[in-house]
Nanobody, 124 residues
Framework: QVRLIESGGGLVQAGDSLRLSCAASGRTISTYVMGWFRQAPGKDREFVAG????????YYTESLKGRFTISRDNAKNTVYLQMNSLKPEDTAVYYC?????????????????WGQGTQVTVSS
């Protein structure tokens, strides 16, 4: 099991940027597909971005392409989510998730390990 701890959330204004980090421990994540999900109040958890083992392939929900960037540093056992031009509708709890193996999925049920989440609030 991989333990994941997110950080970097906070309260920002529309147009600002934030960089979320997800630090993993317990196992190396170099053989895990990693993903970021988010959940706004009253809504289902939704896929935000994913990244392959090496970082060579990335995946984004269509509406966030161009504003969000996922990356990873396997040497640091850490995954990042750079969020630019934030909008009030980006307000949510952001979760990091890990899935062992190379197959990639956008469904939250396919991920085995989850962090506790970090709150991102964007004011208008």
């Amino acid at each position: 099991q991989v333990r994941l701890i997110e950080s970097g959330g906070g309260l920002v204004q529309a147009g600002d940027s934030l960089r979320l980090s997800c630090a993993a421990s317990g196992r190396t994540i170099s053989t895990y597909v990693m993903g970021w999900f988010r959940q706004a109040p009253g809504k289902d958890r939704e896929f935000v971005a994913g990244i392959s083992w090496s970082g060579g392939r990335t995946y984004y929900t269509e509406s966030l392409k161009g504003r969000f960037t996922i990356s990873r540093d396997n040497a640091k056992n850490t995954v990042y989510l750079q969020m630019n031009s934030l909008k009030p509708e980006d307000t949510a709890v952001y979760y990091c998730a890990a899935r062992q193996g190379s197959a990639f999925y956008t469904g939250s049920r396919e991920y085995n390990d989850w962090g506790q989440g970090t709150q991102v609030t964007v004011s208008s």
